[in-house]
Every structure is written in C-alpha cells, then in structure tokens.
C-alpha cells in the first residue's frame, strides 16, 4: 500500500471555533471546503480536518470516557506556549506533574473537547 497523503480530522459539532483554534495554534490557515467541512492548512499543506458532527460529544478524558485521539505537540517554552494556548480557547486538562523538569506533558482540550499535550 502507498499512502499518498495523511491528514488528521476531527469531529466537531461547530466547525469555525474548532478550526480556527487549531489553525492559529500551529500558524496555519482555514480554508472552508462547504458546510460540513474545514481544512487547516500549513505552509500550503493541508495539516488537518475539521467535520461537521452535529452530535458530536465533548470526550471526558484523562479521568472518565476514554480519549478519541489526541495530539503531542513538542514545544520549547512550556509558559509561553500555555499562554498561547488557553488564549486561543483551550481548557487546561491536567497540568504538568513538574513544569521545571527536563521532560513532561501538560494536557488541554480544544474548545469541542479535543484532548491534546504541550510536551518537552
């Protein structure tokens, strides 16, 4: 099998917030295909989908429903980059056990609900 491109998509109940979280959180743009989906574009390449779900359901995740998908995005600076972050919409899931570490995570949700990780 050769796989000619590989796109992430994500189900969203309202696609614009959804959409343009993501695209201003890796510095792409939106790029509205019709009424039930939007593709986020980075350096011209699409990066990601965002499908209409009307029932869409917000995932409970770390602590109850388990997790639909969720992203790693490896950053450099943890307190600019949380700032950033809940500036564009997010909610901050579960905070880093130590934020000074070498290594770690902190987990935040995209405004339907979409669990994903600041990492370093």
């Given at each position: 099998?050769?796989?000619?491109?590989?796109?992430?998509?994500?189900?969203?109940?309202e696609l614009?917030?959804?959409?343009s979280?993501?695209?201003?959180?890796?510095?792409?743009?939106?790029?509205?295909?019709?009424?039930?989906?939007?593709?986020?574009?980075?350096?011209?390449?699409?990066?990601?989908?965002?499908?209409?779900?009307p029932?869409?359901?917000?995932?409970?995740?770390?602590?109850?429903?388990?997790?639909?998908?969720?992203?790693?995005?490896?950053?450099?600076?943890?307190?600019?980059?949380?700032?950033?972050?809940?500036?564009?919409?997010?909610?901050l899931?579960?905070?880093?056990?130590?934020?000074?570490?070498?290594?770690?995570?902190?987990?935040?949700?995209?405004p339907?609900?979409?669990?994903?990780?600041?990492?370093?």
């Amino acid at each position: 099998m050769q796989i000619s491109r590989t796109i992430i998509v994500l189900d969203a109940a309202e696609l614009g917030p959804v959409s343009s979280f993501w695209s201003q959180l890796v510095g792409g743009t939106v790029e509205a295909d019709d009424d039930d989906w939007h593709t986020v574009f980075v350096d011209s390449q699409p990066w990601m989908g965002v499908q209409l779900a009307p029932n869409h359901i917000r995932p409970q995740w770390p602590d109850g429903t388990p997790q639909q998908i969720h992203l790693d995005l490896y950053i450099k600076d943890l307190a600019a980059a949380h700032e950033e972050t809940m500036d564009l919409g997010a909610t901050l899931l579960q905070e880093a056990d130590d934020p000074a570490a070498d290594e770690g995570f902190q987990v935040y949700a995209d405004p339907a609900g979409h669990p994903f990780c600041l990492c370093w």
